[in-house]
């Protein structure tokens, strides 16, 4: 199995155990063979400078790197990681088709800034690829 895909308990606040108020869901869930997201995919033509991007502009930390497979785990804070990985097919950036993570945030002024750096990313991608 791949480091990026071992399964993982998270718990609340990352600990693994379950508090008193959502434990009674969270236990719900342990009846369940899916337990949630651990990780969303999103395909990238290039590593180097996406990484550099999520880590840089969002603050994404990471938490695994493969060369031979060309991906990087990032961790979102958040139970569910983000895995980039590169492609040699080409990727069409298209708001209306394309899939992109939506990411949370406690400061509700934040949410624009966040909307503005997807916006730059797919302008920027169209006019890398336009040159």
């Known amino acids: 199995m791949p480091a990026f895909a071992k399964p993982r308990t998270v718990g609340i606040n990352g600990t693994g155990q379950y508090g008193t108020e959502k434990g ?16 969303v995919i999103l395909r990238v033509s290039d590593i180097k400078k996406s990484k550099e991007w999520y880590t840089q502009k969002l603050g994404l930390k990471e938490i695994h790197h493969d060369e031979k497979l060309k991906l990087v785990v990032l961790d979102t804070f958040s139970p569910t990681s983000l895995t980039i990985w590169e492609t040699d097919e080409k990727i069409e950036p298209n708001p209306r088709t394309t899939t992109y993570p939506i990411f949370k945030t406690i400061d509700a002024k934040a949410a624009p800034l ?14 890398e690829k336009s040159n």
């Open 24 to 39: 009674n869901i969270l236990k719900q869930m342990d009846n369940h063979f899916l337990q949630g997201i651990d990780t």
């Open 114 to 127: 966040v909307r503005r750096l997807v916006d730059w990313f797919f302008i920027k991608f169209a006019q």
